[in-house]
């Protein structure tokens, strides 16, 4: 059992369900902290994303390694949904120390071959609703709580870590909003002691991304036969260790307003993925394209 770092910590993860939002999840409680895992894909019903994880599964996989861990499905569009969980956290724990946002949603309506002209009006604004508005939401509500103990850490997970452009400009638009999201709420919650930044993984190796190479866990190297690029992917256990070395870190303050990546902080905190192995994506694409991240 992993050493309980963060035991008497209590932690959101806004969108928990599966991915990177799973993968913090789980490292989070491994360590020691009390940890509400959100979402809308539940054993009941499926979000329009029309996956099989739900936030139940996930709390039972914290459980499974030893931590302390609750279901609370939440549409984080929803502001009432959202000020009622809060609410709940104060009432039950009388504290939020780490808020982790991590809503997309956004695959059913990003098309990627299409220009934004091309390219549906209603569901390109609609992804920016679903995946941009929930976290100020969320952090509308979730701001307060921290305020009052004058401590906390908020991550924005997104992709990337600067405002270049990502092969489709409904996308781009939400992954570096939310870059700018975390580089604005920091300067206002500084006088707070809180901290606020952005979060970005590698080349993720989710659920989703196994289905769509059709692949699972144990063969995945089979998938760069389709993409050469994945030889690089990371496990969401990644992103979730890189988060529970910040949380840990008693100087995370310093790193306010900035935007980071697992393989930088995994260079800085020292820790690797699930086999051993430390994928660093700022490596490979210098390597490959010519390009600093």
Same mark, same amino acid.
């Given at each position: 059992? =992993? ?14 369900? @599966? ?10 409680? +491994? ?14 019903? @499926? ?37 009622? $969980? ?5 009432? +039950? ?42 976290? $100020? ?45 975390? @580089? ?20 993720? @190796? ?10 699972? #866990? ?7 036969? =389709? ?39 995994? #260079? ?26």
């Amino acid at each position: 059992m =992993k050493e309980r770092i963060l035991a008497g910590k209590v932690a959101l993860v806004a969108g928990g369900t @599966r991915g990177a939002g799973r993968g913090i999840a789980i490292s989070l409680g +491994e360590v020691g902290a009390t940890v509400y895992v959100t979402g809308r894909s539940t054993r009941a019903s @499926r979000s329009e994303m029309n996956r099989t994880e739900t936030i139940e599964d996930t709390v039972d996989l914290i459980h499974k390694n030893g931590g302390k861990a609750f279901a609370i499905k939440t549409d984080h569009t929803d502001s009432d949904q959202v000020r009622e $969980l809060i609410q709940k956290i104060d009432l +039950e724990q009388g504290r939020l120390d780490i808020l982790v946002n991590d809503i997309w949603g956004g695959d059913p309506y990003i098309r990627w071959e299409e220009r934004f002209w091309e390219h549906s009006l209603e569901n390109g604004i609609k992804v920016q609703r679903t995946c941009l508005e929930s976290h $100020l939401i969320t952090n509308y509500f979730a701001a307060p709580l921290m305020i009052r103990n004058r401590s906390g850490l908020i991550l924005e997970i997104t992709d990337g870590i600067d405002y270049r452009y990502r092969g489709n400009l409904y996308y781009t638009l939400i992954k570096s909003s939310i870059i700018n999201l975390s @580089r604005c709420i920091s300067e206002e919650l500084k006088p707070y002691g809180i901290t606020a930044l952005s979060l970005t993984p590698g080349f993720l @190796r989710s659920e989703a991304m196994l289905d769509h190479f059709g692949v699972g #866990e144990e063969n995945w190297r089979d998938a760069t036969k =389709k993409d050469p690029h994945f030889i690089v992917s990371e496990t969401p256990a990644y992103i979730g260790r890189a988060v529970a070395a910040l949380a840990a870190d008693k100087n995370v303050f310093s790193k306010t307003g900035t935007s980071t990546s697992t393989w930088k902080l995994s #260079e800085e905190y020292d820790f690797t993925d699930l086999d051993g192995s430390r994928p660093h994506w700022g490596n490979y694409f210098k390597e490959k394209f010519g390009e600093e991240l």
